[in-house]
């Protein structure tokens, strides 16, 4: 008998579990709208031409060796990371006062983040939205952060419940971490509007509290790179301290290369600099070091204007047309005459769209029009062609009547 018996088994993730049904699905209509990954018309997954180009200046060049990169990462490639965030002007990068690290993606840079939150600052509470991206509290709690929620969505008006994220901020203990979805809320694709954040932004800074930022989609949402990291630059504009991670998983289309980057904004370069090396021993027992290829490729991109160039015209490229998916998607419905009021579909922004659906009506689309979608009801957008609309409008139409 094995060791292992007693190990019973785990569910799927629920998010990761979608494609796992789909791809057990054998039917010809069906449709997977629970990844959150770039599709193009055609319903394929996208490499950017500039990304191509990058890889074969890389390839081509004969001194590049596979030697072990530092524990924080490649130099080139965590400036450039900051900056792109932060702005090619920000005093915090001129001041020397960013700390930055190059991690596994979006998520290594969360828990990276909060690992070193946990041992180093003073208070272990972190609140994040409710709803948000599912992996978010099982990363904080698995670093020993305790994880409390502030509300967030309102589905009676499929907006911000602003008075209610500023009741239980305002409510929070002094110094508790706060997760910011620097863009395109994921799953609710409702953002706050720039007054809404310079509120949020003041309550933050007058309660002492910690911004963490994570920035999944810049550039991906507005299909702007500086409109998409507004919010995490009023923040640093005020001289406070805040933490961003960074993912190249949406933006650069490079989910499996798993780039991202860690920024820790500090009072003094003085203080950056003893928090990196911190931040080096949380890595090193993890992983040691991080992979150089993707970072690699980051690096090529940002540094040549050329290329930084080409990038933003292919990114805006994807935005536009996840925006132009979500134009047809509502005028769709209109045409069709589903009952209810589906203008949030256009109002909402960046990946997804949070429909509204329950979790009864995905169920039943699911079962009779084999589309797949997470069970809150949210859609990715960049899953939908103008080929596919016309059969999800089907569905919600029959789920809905
Ligand atoms: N944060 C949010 C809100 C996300 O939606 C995602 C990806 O779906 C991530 C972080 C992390 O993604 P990755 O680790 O692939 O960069």
Request: charged share 20%; with cysteine.
């Amino acid at each position: 008998e094995s060791v292992f018996s007693n190990v019973v088994r785990a569910p799927e993730d629920p998010i990761l579990g979608v494609t796992v049904a789909y791809n057990n699905d054998p039917s010809p209509a069906k449709l997977n709208l629970g990844v959150g990954a770039y599709r193009t018309e055609e319903g394929k997954p996208l490499v950017l031409d500039v990304v191509r180009r990058a890889e074969q200046q890389l390839v081509n060049d004969p001194s590049r060796v596979k030697e072990y990169i530092p524990i924080a990462g490649l130099a080139d490639f965590n400036k450039l990371s900051a900056k792109l965030i932060l702005g090619a002007d920000s005093p915090a990068i001129q001041e020397s006062r960013v700390a930055t690290i190059q991690c596994l993606s979006g998520t290594g840079s969360l828990r990276v983040g909060a690992e070193f939150l946990k041992k180093h600052y003073h208070q272990s509470v972190i609140f994040i939205p409710k709803p948000t991206w599912g992996n978010h509290p099982k990363v904080f709690n698995l670093a020993g952060l305790s994880v409390e929620y502030y509300r967030y969505y309102d589905p009676s008006t499929r907006g911000l419940d602003f008075q209610g994220l500023l009741e239980d901020l305002g409510a929070a203990p002094s110094g508790a971490i706060v997760l910011l979805h620097a863009c395109a809320h994921n799953p609710t694709g409702v953002d706050p509007t720039s007054e809404q954040w310079e509120q949020i932004r003041q309550l933050i800074r007058s309660k002492s509290l910690l911004p963490f930022f994570d920035s999944a989609y810049q550039g991906f949402a507005s299909g702007s790179l500086d409109t998409d990291a507004h919010s995490v630059r009023t923040f640093v504009a005020d001289g406070g301290e805040c933490l961003i991670a960074q993912s190249y998983a949406k933006n650069m289309g490079l989910y499996g290369e798993r780039v991202g980057a860690l920024s820790i904004v500090c009072k003094s370069s003085d203080v950056a600099s003893k928090v990196e090396s911190q931040v080096k021993l949380v890595v090193r027992p993890m992983y040691s070091s991080p992979p150089i290829h993707g970072a690699s490729i980051v690096a090529t991109i940002l540094k040549s204007s050329d290329m930084y160039n080409d990038w933003t015209i292919e990114l805006k490229g994807m935005a536009d047309r996840i925006i132009s998916m979500r134009q047809q998607l509502f005028e769709a419905l209109q045409a069709k005459g589903t009952p209810g009021d589906w203008s949030h579909i256009i109002k909402q922004i960046g990946m997804f769209t949070f429909t509204g659906l329950n979790k009864e009506q995905v169920a039943f689309m699911t079962k009779e029009f084999h589309i797949y979608m997470t069970s809150d009801g949210r859609i990715s957008m960049a899953g939908l062609s103008s080929k596919t609309v016309s059969h999800l409008v089907e569905a919600i139409h029959a789920a809905v009547t």
